[in-house]
């Protein structure tokens, strides 16, 4: 049931102390505690318990969410082009503009940060896609990252590099070691044999910015472009409204700094409106199915968590 993916991510969970997860079990921990923030979203309240019901996740990797979603009973088809191993939950292997599945066979359509890798060429194929897989009175839940997830990942950046060529001109003067796994992934790891050759590194326009996350040109360009009102206007463009937007409620940032942050940080920050995830519910817009009351038609449905939180 859904109070079972939610129980997943009690407070419990995580108590006072930092959460010491780096990669993917730290990312499976953040999405999934994003999950059950809206999982309601994925069902009706009146969906009868013998009614089949279809969920297609799109670009679901190993599955996990999937699998997660699978508790509530629903029946789940997860794809992905590259299915990441070890699997989760069975993945179909399909682009998300070609999926192997026939006309209005499903119930949801859920992406959880996905269309954000999607170049532009292939985001329209993708929403005829979810047009041609939706039954009438369907819904799309997407989860997309926020322009402050961004934001924070470059402030970070030069902490960052600030932090390890610390750590590497320690290590040079015989003062101290630093675990090579902490530093791998980061343009300054131990790769040269000079720590001048690190400084000049630092140097570089990666000191002040990070690699894109997705398919943008620069980071800058991904934090301008994950505003909510240009992920609105994207929607209706392809033939959805927006009728709802809800807040993860969580800080998230694509650098190491932060994989360690408090549990309790994260939850502030996304209480001051900082979070790093958005979900959009959306209806086709020529639905007649669509339960926006009138007179409201053209304005995205707020929840209680996002009042007061800047669209853009």
């Known amino acids: 049931m859904i109070s079972q993916v939610q129980q997943k991510v009690a407070p419990d969970d995580y108590g006072s102390l930092s959460v010491k997860i780096i990669g993917t079990e730290r990312q499976k921990r953040v999405r999934l505690a994003e999950l059950a923030v809206v999982v309601d979203m994925l069902f009706p309240r009146t ?11 799109i670009g679901g990797g190993s599955g996990f969410l999937a699998r997660e979603i699978s508790l509530t009973g629903a029946e789940v088809v997860c794809t992905d082009p590259a299915p990441r191993c070890p699997l989760d939950y069975p993945v179909v292997a399909a682009f998300a503009h070609e999926l192997p599945l026939a006309n209005h066979t499903c119930d949801r359509l859920f992406a959880s940060h996905v269309l954000e890798h999607i170049p532009g060429p292939f985001l329209g194929p993708t929403f005829q896609e979810m047009h041609r897989l939706l039954k009438p009175g369907g819904r799309v839940v997407v989860m997309l990252p926020t322009s402050f997830a961004m934001a924070l990942t470059i402030v970070l950046q030069p902490l960052g590099h600030a932090r390890n060529l610390v750590i590497h001109l320690f290590r040079a003067l015989g003062l101290g070691t630093a675990p090579e796994s902490r530093v791998s992934n980061n343009p300054l790891s131990p790769k040269g044999e000079r720590l001048g050759l690190r400084a000049v590194k630092a140097l570089t326009v990666r000191w002040v910015l990070p690699a894109p996350h997705g398919v943008g040109k620069t980071a800058f360009h991904e934090m301008w472009n994950w505003r909510r009102s240009r992920w609105i206007q994207l929607f209706g463009r392809f033939g959805f409204k927006t009728v709802e937007i ?9 650098h190491q700094l932060f994989d360690t942050a408090f549990w309790g940080l994260r ?22 199915d669509d339960p926006s009351p009138r007179g409201t038609r053209d304005q995205p449905r707020r929840h209680k968590d996002t009042k007061g939180i800047d669209p853009g």
């Open 267 to 288: 939850e502030l920050l996304g209480r001051l409106g900082m979070a790093g995830t958005n979900a959009f519910v959306l209806h086709c817009a020529h639905n007649k």
């Open 246 to 254: 809800r807040s993860s409620g969580l800080a998230v940032s694509n």
């Open 47 to 57: 969906q009868e318990a013998s009614e089949p019901f279809t969920v297609v996740e």
